[in-house]
């Protein structure tokens, strides 16, 4: 596969949703304007900010490598909303998305986009730098996946992909009904199952840290009780699509269940909540038994 076969890069969208972001977009869409394969454009949605969000982002106007500019203002709805409207304003066949404190290397576009020459691939990523202030870890993402033979399962049970690593053909978006924004949390894990889950469709994750994702203390990651109820809400609405496309569905659905409980729990701990740890450990059994007799409905 030759990049020469890929979608050109004017026909990508970068979709960068963005949110009190005044401080982060600057250095997001300079990593845009240093792409050695150039997008035809990008999409900022500010997604009602009460900062210099709007003025940062419109300050990139033709300074983007060839690349145009859009800007947005809507009301505070959300991340997965601010995609949802960047995309509709988007005219590219592919998306590449981006958030606002989040920035990419270089070579992000060009390396991932020969992926996207084979028709059936929906969607591709990649591995991940995680910049915590000063400290700096590389995350293989890439080590998860098993290639195309048990790839849903895979991701059901552990959510390996990205956002700020992903190239998605616009069609699949459009098919699955893009992010649903009635989530408090983990939108953008739901919509790549949603697509994973079609048979017709693949994902590829390939090795190499082509992203560097920002922590921040006010991030959608720090709300730890929002997230594992987002999660036990996901793992039940793919149930059914893991029990036909998986042998051991109740295996995977049961590990991924005390994957929640256990990421929960440990984000919990490591802010010192030892109380709500504790009860995130007393919730377990539980939550693996509504998993267990879901899963027993739906083979």
């Known amino acids: 596969m030759t990049a020469d076969a890929a979608p050109a890069a004017l026909d990508v969208s970068v979709i960068v949703p963005a949110w009190r972001a005044a401080a982060t977009i600057p250095r997001a869409l300079a990593s845009v304007a240093a792409?050695?394969?150039?997008?035809?454009?990008?999409?900022?949605?500010?997604?009602?900010?009460?900062?210099?969000?709007?003025?940062?982002?419109?300050?990139?106007?033709?300074r983007l490598g060839g690349a145009a500019l859009r800007v947005v203002a809507q009301g505070h709805r959300g991340a997965g909303a601010a995609r949802n409207r960047a995309m509709a304003e988007a005219a590219g066949r592919v998306f590449a998305f981006l958030d606002a404190?989040?920035?990419?290397?270089?070579?992000?576009?060009?390396?991932?986009?020969?992926?996207?020459?084979?028709?059936?691939?929906?969607?591709?990523?990649?591995?991940?730098?995680?910049?915590?202030?000063?400290?700096?870890?590389?995350?293989?993402?890439?080590?998860?996946?098993?290639?195309?033979?048990?790839?849903?399962a895979a991701l059901f049970r552990r959510g390996f992909v990205a956002t700020s690593t992903v190239l998605a053909r616009r069609e699949a978006i459009e098919a699955a009904g893009g992010f649903d924004d009635t989530l408090l949390s983990g939108q953008d894990y739901e919509l790549w199952l949603t697509i994973a889950g079609d048979a017709r469709r693949r994902f590829v994750v390939f090795p190499g840290a082509l992203t560097?994702?920002?922590?921040?203390?006010?991030?959608?990651?720090?709300?730890?009780?929002?997230?594992?109820?987002?999660?036990?809400?996901?793992?039940?609405?793919?149930?059914?699509?893991?029990?036909?496309?998986?042998?051991?569905?109740?295996?995977?659905?049961?590990?991924?269940?005390?994957?929640?409980?256990?990421?929960?729990?440990?984000?919990?701990?490591?802010?010192?909540?030892?109380?709500?740890?504790?009860?995130?450990?007393?919730?377990?059994?539980?939550?693996?038994?509504?998993?267990?007799?879901?899963?027993?409905t739906v083979r």
Do not use: N
Request: glycine residues 6%; aromatic residues 6%.
């Open 35 to 62: 792409q050695t394969a150039p997008p035809r454009e990008v999409v900022v949605v500010d997604d009602g900010s009460d900062d210099a969000t709007l003025a940062a982002a419109r300050a990139w106007d033709g």
């Open 101 to 152: 404190d989040d920035e990419w290397l270089p070579d992000k576009l060009a390396r991932s986009l020969p992926h996207l020459a084979d028709p059936d691939v929906a969607f591709v990523a990649h591995d991940m730098i995680v910049s915590d202030g000063a400290a700096e870890t590389t995350v293989d993402c890439a080590r998860h996946f098993p290639g195309d033979a048990g790839a849903f």
């Open 212 to 296: 560097r994702y920002h922590v921040t203390a006010g991030g959608i990651t720090s709300h730890v009780e929002r997230r594992r109820r987002a999660a036990l809400l996901i793992a039940h609405r793919h149930l059914a699509t893991l029990a036909t496309r998986d042998a051991s569905a109740l295996r995977t659905a049961l590990a991924r269940g005390a994957i929640i409980a256990y990421e929960a729990a440990s984000a919990h701990a490591r802010a010192g909540r030892w109380t709500a740890a504790a009860s995130d450990g007393f919730a377990l059994p539980g939550d693996l038994a509504r998993i267990a007799a879901h899963v027993r």
